[in-house]
């Protein structure tokens, strides 16, 4: 990653209803609060499909090159966790503009439908092939393209320490994931295999049925 400036422009505990009193649900999930951390659980049947799955988006708009860091644990699983950045409406629109179509955290609204966005997926538990071999993805979409992929170090449940501490970076179109400060990929977007870059926008939370996922501490640097 290249050398930078850092200044912090959005930080928010996740310890509290207050914290997330402005974020915005899409699909059905209940979000509780543990020992002053996030917790989100799906409410519908895993059985269900991607109609059990949801999207948990922080209302801010952010700027194109950022970095994005938050503490994670896995409390239950199988399931899966997703990270959607840079995420606006295919013509520039903002991502909750009534002009785009209504989303419920079915998976290829996000990755098919009118919305732009990159997203990162880690702690793949979801199905068996997931579970035998372990690794973070990264897609751009609109599109589904799958870019970039490395080993996912954090271990199941029964294993899991108290936090991961995750890092998503993005300046200039290179792309950075790390896991306590383990770089796990990295991939420069050319502008041109899958499009151009993605700018600014906004950034949620997804999970897959019927994962239990703990979070907090997130902040958001911008970066020059």
């Known amino acids: 990653m290249y050398s930078m400036n850092r200044r912090l422009i959005y930080e928010n505990p996740l310890a509290s209803e207050a914290d997330i009193s402005d974020f915005i649900m899409e699909g059905s999930a209940s979000v509780y609060f543990a ?6 659980k799906n409410n519908l049947s895993a059985d269900l499909g991607q109609k059990s799955n949801f999207v948990f988006w922080c209302p801010e708009e952010f700027p194109s090159e950022i970095e994005i860091t938050w503490k994670f644990r896995p409390i239950e699983e199988p399931g899966l966790c997703i990270l959607f950045f840079s995420a606006k409406g295919i013509n520039g629109e903002d991502l909750f ?54 080993a996912d170090p954090i271990p199941d449940c029964a294993d899991a320490k108290e936090y991961y501490e995750l ?3 993005k300046y200039n179109g290179l792309i ?10 990295s991939w420069q977007d050319d502008g041109s ?9 906004k950034i949620g939370f997804r999970q897959m049925a019927p994962l239990v996922g703990e979070y907090s501490d997130l902040k958001v640097y911008e970066l020059e």
């Open 97 to 150: 503009d009534p002009v785009l179509a209504p989303r419920d955290g079915q998976y290829d609204l996000y990755h098919s439908g009118d919305i732009n966005a990159y997203h990162v997926s880690y702690f793949r538990r979801k199905w068996e092939n997931e579970r035998n071999f372990h690794t973070c993805n990264l897609r751009k979409s609109k599109g589904f393209h799958l870019v970039t992929q490395g």
């Open 35 to 40: 020992d002053g951390r996030m917790r989100m």
């Open 167 to 169: 890092r998503l970076t």
């Open 176 to 185: 950075e994931f790390a896991v306590d400060g383990l770089t796990v990929f």
């Open 193 to 201: 295999e899958y499009g151009p870059v993605l700018g600014g926008g």
